[in-house]
């Protein structure tokens, strides 16, 4: 299978795949966070392991079923022929091409021909945007790794889980990509007219994608927001540090979210102490910032901390999140 991981946590990535299938072999890196891996015991057991239990690190994963000098005239019916028995008719696909490295071809000129010949051979729907089934296309240079999965079984519904969104003219913070990814990711479902409150708020990207999703917001940050935030009824900005505003009495909250730039494990004690303040059927998600060195222990010990006020629903390291990983929470029912 091909592998793929932001390369700044290649380490943590590999130590996941080893941990979950011992017997796992990385064959060739074909770029730095992208690698060529031996499957012993095939795709299928660990992708459904992986479907049930995402792992943080790993971003996507697709199989390899053939390998193959591309050429445009040729490979396209081939292929079809070769992969089409696999393909179940009734379910819709999509091709997803990446190429790495000099690779003369673009994906789209991998994409049209190789559907039209699927379609063509197979009679399968094409669905470039809600696709079941994916072909997954790896470009090194002139060779391509081809491989048929479910998209469930990949981790991503996104050519190696590059999630990229359409940048809005009222667009606050770059920032504002890793709520909507975490939204997407961890199927969160906003309550109508839910209250939510956004720690470590300023420039205030966050908050303007919850007003948006018709939450009532209450941004808390001793930092000034972005002034067209200011103008939203909706909207208020507490100009004080999440501390402080917990020393004042919180009101109650159906989400908490937490952007703050802080020790990822002071960040979980605070949401520990915010814990009272959510719904029961409240939720809660944050980024955990993470250092250089000892980010194992970190992310071990900041989960250890919320442990006692809450259930890890996800965890993930997000194509927007940087030096960072998303953490999505509900409230313990026994807490
Ligand atoms: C990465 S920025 C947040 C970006 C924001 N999510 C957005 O979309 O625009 C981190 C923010 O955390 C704030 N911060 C750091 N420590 C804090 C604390 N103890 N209480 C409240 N805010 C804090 C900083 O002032 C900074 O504005």
Redesign the pocket.
């Known amino acids: 299978m091909i592998l793929t991981a932001d390369p700044h946590f290649s380490d943590m990535a590999l130590e996941e795949l080893r941990q979950d299938c011992p017997t796992a072999q990385v064959r060739q890196t074909l770029e730095p966070g992208l690698w060529l891996i031996d499957l012993p015991d095939g795709f299928f057991a660990l992708a459904e392991q992986w479907r049930r239990q995402p792992p943080i690190f790993v971003r996507h994963i697709c199989p390899v079923m053939l390998t193959l000098a591309w050429d445009t005239a040729v490979s396209p019916p081939h292929i079809a022929a070769e992969l089409g028995d696999l393909f179940d008719p009734a379910l819709p696909f999509s091709v997803q091409t990446r190429t790495v490295g000099d690779t003369a071809v673009k994906p789209f000129d991998i994409n049209k021909p190789l559907s039209e010949a699927i379609q063509q051979a197979t009679g399968t729907p094409l669905d470039v945007r809600q696709p079941v089934q994916i072909l997954s296309v790896v470009m090194h240079g002139r060779t391509a790794h081809i491989g048929l999965s479910l998209a469930a079984h990949n981790l991503s519904d996104w050519a190696g889980g590059m999630r990229r969104f359409a940048r809005e003219k009222e667009q606050?913070?770059r920032?504002?990509f890793?709520?909507l990814e975490a939204i997407e990711v961890f199927e969160i479902a906003l309550p109508a007219y839910g209250r939510a409150l956004?720690?470590?708020?300023?420039?205030?990207?966050?908050?303007?994608?919850l007003h948006k999703r018709e939450q009532y917001v209450t941004a808390?940050?001793?930092?000034n927001l972005h002034p067209s935030l200011y103008r939203i009824r909706t909207i208020r900005h507490k100009r004080?540090?999440?501390?402080?505003?917990l020393a004042e009495g919180p009101d109650t909250y159906d989400l908490i979210?937490n952007?703050?730039?802080?020790d990822a494990r002071d960040s979980a004690r605070?949401m520990v102490d915010f814990a009272p303040y959510l719904y029961r059927h409240g939720t809660a998600l944050m980024?955990f910032k993470l250092p250089e060195n000892g980010r194992a222990n970190v992310i071990d010990h900041a989960f250890n901390i919320l442990s006692q006020s809450y259930a890890i629903a996800g965890a993930r390291q997000l194509f927007h999140n940087r030096s960072e990983i998303t953490v999505y929470l509900n409230v313990k029912r026994d807490a």
């Open positions: 606050i913070s920032a504002e890793k709520l956004d720690l470590g708020a300023a420039p205030g990207g966050w908050t303007r994608v808390v940050d001793p930092a004080m540090t999440a501390e402080e505003y979210v952007d703050m730039r802080q605070l980024t």
